[in-house]
T-cell receptor, first 114, second 112 residues
C-alpha cells in the first residue's frame, strides 16, 4: 500500500530565506507526483505536477524535484515571502490503482514571518 | 473562470438527517472525485467517477453515495449521517486521468 510522508510537519522561517520541503513515498510505481498548496478556508491549489519520467519542474520561485527510484521529492521555495504561508501537500498517483486516486501526505505547515 | 464549486460551504446537522453536498465544475472535465480530510489522516478518496453514469468506490466509501447524471455535477449524498462523518470534504476534477486535479473550496460538515 502506498504511503506518503512529509517532513517536517511544521516549519517557521523568516522572510527571504530559501527553504526545502520534503516528501517521501514507499512505492516507486507512480504515474506522477503533485505539490499542492492549501490555505485556511480554501481548497487545494495545484502548484507543480511532475510526471514519472521527469526529474524536476519549475514555476517562478518554486522548484520541485523527483527521484522516483529513492521515493523522494522536494519542493524548493526561493526567497520566501509571508504570502507563502500555507500548508503544502504532496500527492502521488500510484500506477497500481488504475490511476484513479491521489495518495496524499499529511502536509507541511509553513509560516513565513515578516 | 474555470472552477469547481461546492455547496454548502459549512453545514451543521444531526445524526440520521439525510444531506447532499453538491459539486459542479465548468471545465468539461470527465474525471471527478470526492475526498475527505481529517487531522493526522490527510485526504482520503471517497468515490470517483470516470464519466457520466460511471462511478466507483475509493478508500472510504462507507456511509456515502454519489451519482453522475450530468458531466458537470457530482453530488455526494449522506443518507444517514453519523458523527464520524464530521470532516472537511473536497470535490476535485480533471480532464483525464493523470492530469492536474482542480479542487473545490471544501465543505466543512459537523454531525451532532
Amino acid at each position: 500500500k502506498q504511503e506518503v510522508t512529509q517532513i517536517p510537519a511544521a516549519l517557521s522561517v523568516p522572510e527571504g530565506e530559501n527553504l526545502v520541503l520534503n516528501c517521501s513515498f514507499t512505492d516507486s510505481a507512480i504515474y506522477n507526483l503533485q505539490w499542492f498548496r492549501q490555505d485556511p478556508g480554501k481548497g487545494l491549489t495545484s502548484l507543480l505536477l511532475i510526471q514519472s519520467s521527469q526529474r524536476e519542474q519549475t514555476s517562478g520561485r518554486l522548484n520541485a524535484s523527483l527521484d522516483k527510484s529513492s521515493g523522494r521529492s522536494t519542493l524548493y521555495i526561493a526567497a520566501s515571502q509571508p504570502g507563502d504561508s500555507a500548508t503544502y501537500l504532496c500527492a502521488v498517483l500510484p500506477m497500481n490503482t488504475g490511476f484513479q486516486k491521489l495518495v496524499f501526505g499529511t502536509g507541511t505547515r509553513l509560516l513565513v514571518s515578516p | 473562470e474555470a472552477q469547481v464549486t461546492q455547496n454548502p460551504r459549512y453545514l451543521i446537522t444531526v445524526t440520521g438527517k439525510k444531506l447532499t453536498v453538491t459539486c459542479s465544475q465548468n471545465m468539461n472535465h470527465e474525471y471527478m472525485s470526492w475526498y475527505r480530510q481529517d487531522p493526522g489522516l490527510g485526504l482520503r478518496q471517497i468515490y470517483y467517477s470516470m464519466n457520466v453514469e460511471v462511478t466507483d468506490k475509493g478508500d472510504v466509501p462507507e456511509g456515502y453515495k454519489v451519482s453522475r447524471k450530468e458531466k458537470r455535477n457530482f453530488p455526494l449524498i449522506l443518507e444517514s449521517p453519523s458523527p464520524n462523518q464530521t470532516s472537511l470534504y473536497f470535490c476535485a476534477s480533471s480532464s483525464m486521468i493523470g492530469e492536474t486535479q482542480y479542487f473545490g473550496p471544501g465543505t466543512r460538515l459537523l454531525v451532532l
